[in-house]
């Protein structure tokens, strides 16, 4: 396995996190798969009304663990009172011992604390198709429990080829009582590789049903994992849940558009695309954040199509890892999809330098400049599709996150399990 | 510019090429891109008669002389009477300045000659978004044309970043009377890359008219360059064009179902897959050639969709380059697509080695025997999705090919302008 050093793009040091009340935290290592000396299973606690939501893989090799977790979810109606998460082995690629796997963990769990099964979320990301080391996880889950520990640690404790923990917090409030909302993450590829899955655990003392939940957390998808990617692969675990405790005496709200929602929705959105772009920061051998904006679209889902498009180019991301000016690559890679562009009325910039003015080379490029811009660590491509109608500042538009293709990337994929 | 080595994947030896009749090949240096001591202009000459049929890039912002190719072919009802190939500049991303350039270009070539301008086919392939050195170009067109060169030395002049000139050649017949047909290629990458952009010309002295011709060609390209990717990026100048310049003799065939044409059509098929493949074994930083083959799918269709949604993911394509039998990345890949697969009932072999059987890892796996396969240079990964019917040996299946992806792509595409 490759030692790997910490991002380049890593924050500078951790957030600071807000405590969520209802929630408490626990770790421990069951060797599943890494040396000793870093937990490799964490179990959260939650109390009693807690409401959850979530969005999963659309991979159709899901690992059992996302079955799980579909099913104990919907047999409680978004009731959940703890959720275990395991790294080293994704419990994909095991078929029903697998099941049966996740079966027995959330009995251990539920017998522990004296809860029903299906009120146990289980995570796991690593190895696709070894066998699960079930009986190394069962042999710990007794001892998880005893000594709560803390965020940081709890995010540590879910990552693979991570190269720091993610975590972000936010003080809101919800018709002007406290809300507290934390998340913790792991990547470090899209809703991506292997070992690389994505998971997202957020947590709120929020009083807000399940349904509800699920409406806000999808809003929030989209402007946020939904716009992230390292190397285009879909990973069979990823997973995003939000779970509230109700624990904050706030008013009852329950429509999803209430204003009085407004400043927990945007806290949310908020902590979402802080997460996923620390995800992106943390992109197997990233050494640039690279942002990519589209407007001049059909519409919102045109441009979003398109940036990713780009984002998604072996090419592009090649050029930008060697600091090379090739704009071309991004005109091809537009060029490939099916969402309409206007070549004629191509524009793109790097930063704020023009480089392609109405589908040619700007009059203004400046190669020196522009071969500057780029050796800097975040990279903005700002590209007009030419599709919109003149006069409009922004018809269809989209933002979206990606890191660039080093030789850290294969050198990390191309020994991954050794 | 990296100084590239010939790829380990290259064929042992040049083949044995057989002239068309009615074919004169020119070839030159215009300083387009390449330092001295390779040509990067290619004039094919063709006789009256001669009528042509191509497949072009998918691209949005194909390159302006694809879109002369387009129209030029149109008003000729697929007469052709010369062919010009350039590297090092794709005129992509270069405006109405690029339609002009194509537009002098076959001026020139028709005056000289005595042809009309739109009998003049112009392919090009480089850099885009750059200007291109139309004056270079002119400067020696009239010096072309004063010695035929071979063939060998016309598929070297079409190159980028090939480490190998691409040739095939089969002697066939149509209806008991001897035709000939003879194709250079271009790499690297698939319907790819910036320089790798794919260009292929096939040339036949047999009597088939621009229909007929079209029909065939489609035919042969779903088994042959429709099944290869590098990267899964799209150029702006993909081209594959056949032309038939009717000097054999045979009996007049318009129906391309006709029996007689059997042999022609299986030794086009023959050819474009032999080229595909070369191309493959060409791709940038390629140490392995990689067949995927997928079999118990739906239909066709969809098993092509599973095999290159597999050949196109970075992580299957890392850990190949490792010589790492992670065949969960497999597993992944297949249920990143929305074609139906039987999570349950897939199974996996590299090579003769089962890794994977109904789901999970097979019983008779062994990591050593599978990892000495994996040391080998052609690789063939095995997959029956589980949809097929009990009993039937083969519903949907489709076989596509692709090579790692390895430290020398990102060497290459690093850098690739500088």
């Avoid at 923990?165 to 998340?183: E, H, M, N």
Wanted: aromatic share 6%; charged share 20%.
């Amino acid at each position: 396995m490759i030692k790997m050093k910490r991002s380049p793009l890593a924050p500078g040091h951790l957030p600071n996190v807000h405590p969520v009340d209802g929630v408490t935290l626990h770790a421990g290592y069951a060797a599943m798969k890494y040396p000793p000396g870093r937990d490799d299973v964490l179990l959260v606690l939650l109390e009693p009304q807690t409401q959850m939501a979530a969005v999963y893989t659309r991979s159709q090799t899901a690992s059992p663990a996302i079955q799980w977790c579909r099913q104990a979810q919907s047999q409680t109606h978004g009731g959940a009172r703890a959720l275990v998460v395991m790294a080293g082995n994704s419990i994909a690629g095991t078929g029903s011992a697998g099941g049966d796997a996740c079966r027995n963990l959330a009995n251990a769990v539920a017998e522990k604390y004296g809860l029903q099964p299906e009120e146990i979320q289980i995570s796991a990301t690593g190895v696709i198709g070894e066998p699960f080391p079930r009986d190394k996880v069962m042999a710990i889950l007794p001892c998880l429990g005893d000594q709560p520990v803390k965020w940081a640690k709890a995010a540590q404790a879910i990552c693979t080829t991570d190269t720091f923990p993610k975590l972000a917090s936010r003080c809101t409030q919800i018709d002007g009582v406290p809300v507290t909302l934390t998340g913790i993450a792991k990547g470090s590829g899209m809703i991506a590789p292997n070992m690389a899955t994505m998971l997202c655990y957020l947590f709120t003392d929020a009083c807000l049903n399940a349904d509800l939940l699920q409406i806000l957390l999808t809003r929030a998808m989209d402007k946020s994992f939904h716009c992230i990617t390292v190397d285009g692969d879909t990973s069979t675990s990823d997973t995003v849940q939000v779970f509230a405790t109700h624990r904050s005496n706030h008013a009852s709200v329950s429509d999803a558009d209430d204003p009085r929602l407004d400043d927990f929705r945007s806290a949310l959105e908020t902590i979402c695309l802080d997460l996923a772009q620390q995800i992106v920061r943390d992109g197997e051998g990233a050494s640039k954040f690279i942002t990519i904006q589209v407007r001049g679209a059909l519409n919102d889902r045109d441009a979003h199509g398109l940036a990713m498009a780009v984002a998604n180019s072996p090419l592009v991301k090649t050029a930008l890892a060697g600091e090379d000016a090739n704009w071309g690559r991004v005109v091809m890679a537009l060029g490939k999809t099916d969402f309409p562009v206007n070549p004629d009325r191509l524009c793109i910039s790097f930063g704020d330098y023009p480089v392609c003015l109405n589908g040619v080379q700007a009059k203004a490029y400046d190669e020196a400049l522009v071969a500057t811009y780029l050796k800097g660590q975040e990279i903005v491509i700002k590209i007009d599709v030419g599709m919109g109608q003149v006069g409009m500042d922004k018809s269809g538009c989209a933002e979206v996150y990606t890191c660039d293709l080093t030789h850290g990337y294969i050198d990390i994929n191309a020994s991954y399990r050794s």
